[in-house]
């Protein structure tokens, strides 16, 4: 599963661990600070390729508006390449490559008030050339 490999890719990046701070198709309620991946579904198939364009959306939840921030940043460096190139591998053996569709942005911020107060999101999205699943 792709947004399974990207997690893995992740977890190793240094940027949390799977099932307690990295999650797969959902937001959970806690805790308060999470990075979610979720599958977005992808670009119609042009060239007889063996490969698929799929899409995934990326977001980080942070009680700290700054720290959501600096981690959706580190996730898009991970992730995106830039100058070294967007070419990665998953642990599993995926090869993928990789480009962010835009850089991130703020989602929203919760109010006050509630008691997810104060929490910030961030998302990107990713376009990732890969192997069908």
Known sequence: MLIRDIAQILELG??????????????PASPGNVVVLFPT??????????DVRMTVQVLVR???????YERIWRIYNLLDGGK????????TGRRMVAQAMQP???LQREGLGDESAGRSFFVF???????RD
Do not use: C, M
């Open 41 to 50: 579904g992808g670009f119609p198939q042009d060239l007889p390729l063996p």
């Open 104 to 106: 991130p942005q703020s």
């Open 125 to 131: 999205n990713l376009s990732v050339w890969t192997n």
């Open 84 to 91: 070294r190139g967007r070419f990665i591998q998953a642990p």
């Open 62 to 68: 942070d009680i700290s508006y700054r720290a959501a």
């Open 14 to 27: 240094g940027i949390g661990t799977i099932g307690a701070d990295i999650f797969l198709g959902q937001v």
